[in-house]
């Protein structure tokens, strides 16, 4: 009579798409700082993706507007996507704190928000909560 024989494979887990925000790529951090240099004078928009916690991606959505004095998104561009956690914009003239238009914003999409300032280097960007409130999260590589 054949023995069996049963073996549990460990799997590996897929990424969650999502999750609570606590760490950013620095390829996703200098995509942003790159990106917002390259819109100047304008403004750069898109949004953020996350797996596990961890914003890997940024997204420009089909017919964002950029313009000196703001950045118009187009989330009915967006496709279903449950790894989108939030926005990230460029303020060229070096103020990453949000205006009254970008708690708007806030309130209404997404969980984490990121605004860059120019000189658009890693020190010159701020993340936020929902409410507007700023928050930090770590850089991974």
């Known amino acids: ?15 969650k798409p999502g999750g609570a ?7 996703a951090l200098n995509l942003m700082l790159e990106s917002a240099k390259g819109a100047l004078p304008n403004e750069f928009a898109g949004v953020l993706r996350a ?3 961890v914003v890997t991606e940024v997204m420009v959505l089909p017919g964002t507007e950029q313009g000196a004095q703001a950045a118009l ?19 060229p003239s070096g103020n990453y704190w949000p205006s009254g238009a970008d ?9 984490v ?7 658009y280097n890693v020190n ?5 909560d929902g409410r507007g409130r700023a928050r930090d999260i770590q850089v991974i590589e």
């Open 1 to 15: 009579m054949p023995v069996k024989i049963n073996r549990k494979v460990p799997r590996r887990e897929k990424p």
């Open 21 to 27: 925000v606590r760490a950013i790529r620095r390829s």
């Open 51 to 53: 797996y596990d916690g």
């Open 73 to 91: 998104y187009k989330f009915h561009m967006l496709p279903a996507d449950r790894s989108v956690v939030g926005t990230v914009h460029s303020h």
């Open 103 to 111: 708690l708007d914003l806030f309130d209404k999409f997404g969980t």
């Open 113 to 119: 928000h990121i605004i860059v300032g120019y000189p």
């Open 124 to 128: 010159s960007w701020q993340a936020y």
